[in-house]
C-alpha cells in the first residue's frame, strides 16, 4: 500500500526567500501565508494519527494582531474536536 502524499499549495516566500510561517503551540500547529494570497494568514494544525489537518483563516491583519487572533482559534477548533 502506497502512503499518501499530502499536497499543499507552496507557502509564500519573503523579500529574502523565507518561507513566511510562524509555529504556535509549542510548534503543534503553524500559522502561514499561501502563495496564492499573500497576505492572508492561514493556521494549520496537522491531526495526529492521519494526513488531515484543521485549518482555519485568520484573513488580512498584521502579524501582531495574527498571533492574538490564532490563540482564539485553536482553542475553538480543540474545543470542536474534543466533542
Not at 500500500?1 to 516566500?13: A, I, S
Not at 494570497?37 to 494544525?45: A, N
Amino acid at each position: 500500500m502506497l502512503d499518501k502524499e499530502l499536497h499543499l499549495p507552496p507557502l509564500f516566500t519573503d523579500s529574502n526567500g523565507s518561507k513566511v510561517q510562524h509555529d504556535v503551540l509549542n510548534g503543534r500547529a503553524k500559522f502561514l501565508q499561501y502563495e496564492r494570497e499573500p497576505g492572508v494568514w492561514i493556521y494549520r494544525q496537522l491531526i495526529p494519527g492521519s494526513c488531515k489537518y484543521l485549518t482555519g483563516r485568520l484573513g488580512i491583519v498584521l502579524l501582531a494582531d495574527a498571533l492574538v487572533q490564532v490563540t482564539d482559534l485553536c482553542n475553538t477548533k480543540r474545543m470542536a474536536m474534543d466533542s
